[in-house]
């Protein structure tokens, strides 16, 4: 029983095993990205009800919470990589380490271009310090630090400890950080703004944001995947594997 | 070798050199002077974000000479020799981050009132000034060991060291002014003291074995 | 169909050019990212590719 899961475990240290395997999943992925994004996006662009409070601006939410979600969710993926590669010194989860840092910044990126767009209308300004916004602006730093840091060493072997070691360092930092800033910010928030109203959501709103979550999880761990993909086949470029498959 | 033989060899290295130890406190004053320069000389501007501004330059100067904690020891190749001691790493950096805290954390406490005095803070706030960047100070600094330990390997490590470690220090930051805010509006001083306090001992406990780890690989990096 | 015409849904009550440029910006940096994959990967593998041939010709 143990030595079976100890079994699959290894499998996944092994670059030419998760070659063969993903370029079966990676497929698959991007067809239920496209058929879920594609549907709800449609579906909350066109066809969803307007807002009562924020008109049509709201449907910026399809992308904003989706990309949010995942910036948040992709750090921890990042960490998670990065603490099994510095415990089981596996070269795999720190390749995968590498490749989450720069799809977690586009991620972030994305949410806050979103969240600041979705602002003009909704609060009359581009940007406000209000908590979320500003937790994901030091979210962004810090995959910005880990991007930096991994990249800084010559030595790939010493950038994936240090990028692993930051990247868990951080994860202790980033529900501090959260918690930090919802304090200042009931501190400091002007009265005039008020930034709780998030749109009272109907079920004709509710189901479409749902296919798109789904539908941004799977086009993450498309992107991730093909991501990995190619990192694996640059570090094994001088094993038979990746000579046969040229 | 106890850990207190570290703390005082390492305390007497740092004031050995005197102008490693001066040039920080330096520039917090000169930073500090230049915003009355930059924004307006008049108290009624400078009162409310007086605190803010001191603490922000703190923070900055906190990070400032993170490069003299292990980039010595790098170089001369003594930190190799750290990672085959008989004394556990971790102990070894918790010692040295304490000392960098007494040499910078300490003075910067003390000076701040002074500097708060200069952009027309209010004196209510000057006690929990001090005490606020007493605590913060030592947080930061086990932050900003890892940080260093982290890039001392790295031949334009000050910077990289400079981008991964501010985003760190906004909660000490945020609990240490929200504190003075407090005390000055008077407000309950007392939930983002403890907030503050709470953090600065979790940095202090995360710390040893982050910067033992990262001492490893920078002495593996060569 | 939500909006009565096509017009209308491009406009979105004057919220167009919030809504479109959220979705426009998302969308090119997607493009941009995948672009940007697929260079690393052509690169890779022609850099591969040249070695093998190398190794073959000696």
Known sequence: MASNRWEWFHRWGSPKWYYQKSSVWTPWLAVLSVVLLGTGLVWGLAFAPEDVKQGNSYRIIFLHVPAAFLALAGYYIMAIAGAIGLIWRMKLSFIAMRAAAPLGALLTFISLFTGAVWGKPTWGTYWVWDARITSMLILFFLYLGVIVLTDAFVRKDSGDKAGAILALVGTVNIPIIYKSVDWWNSLHQPATIKLTSAPSMDASMWYPLLLCILGMYAFYFFLLLRSIRTRVVEQDKSKAWVKEIL | ?222 | MYFDSFAEFINMGGHGPYVWAAYGVTFVSFVIYLAAQRRARKEVERKIRNRIRRELNR
């Not at chain 2, 790098?74 to 918790?94: D, K, M, N, R």
């Not at chain 2, 200069?118 to 606020?132: D, Q, R, Y």
């Not at chain 2, 913060?136 to 890892?146: K, Q, Y």
Request: overall charge neutral; charged content about 10%; glycine content about 8%.
């Open chain 2, 1 to 222: 070798m106890t850990i207190w033989h570290y703390f005082l060899r390492d305390l007497k290295l740092y004031f050995r050199n005197a102008s490693e130890l001066t040039t920080p406190l330096i520039f917090f004053l000169i930073a500090i002077a230049m915003f009355p320069l930059g924004v307006s000389p008049e108290s009624a501007l400078l009162r409310p974000i007086s605190f803010g501004l001191v603490w922000v330059v703190a923070l900055f100067c906190m990070q400032f000479s993170l490069d003299t904690l292990y980039r010595d020891d790098f170089s001369s190749g003594a930190l190799e020799q750290l990672v085959q001691h008989e004394v556990p790493l971790a102990v070894i950096a918790i010692s040295r981050t304490l000392v960098y805290w007494v040499c910078f954390g300490v003075p910067i406490a003390i000076m701040a009132p002074v500097l708060g005095l200069m952009l027309a803070m209010e004196s209510s706030g000057f006690g929990v000034l001090s005490l606020t960047l007493l605590v913060g100070t030592m947080g930061m600094a086990s932050i900003g060991a890892i940080g260093s330990a982290l890039t001392v390997s790295l031949k334009k490590g000050s910077v990289v060291m400079t981008l991964i470690v501010l985003p760190m220090f906004v909660p000490f930051l945020i609990f240490g002014s929200g504190a003075v805010n407090a005390a000055i509006t008077g407000a309950n001083v007392s939930p983002p003291l403890t907030a503050l306090v709470g953090i600065t001992v979790l940095a202090l406990s995360i710390c040893p074995p982050a910067i033992a780890a990262s001492i490893k690989m920078s002495v593996e990096n060569g």
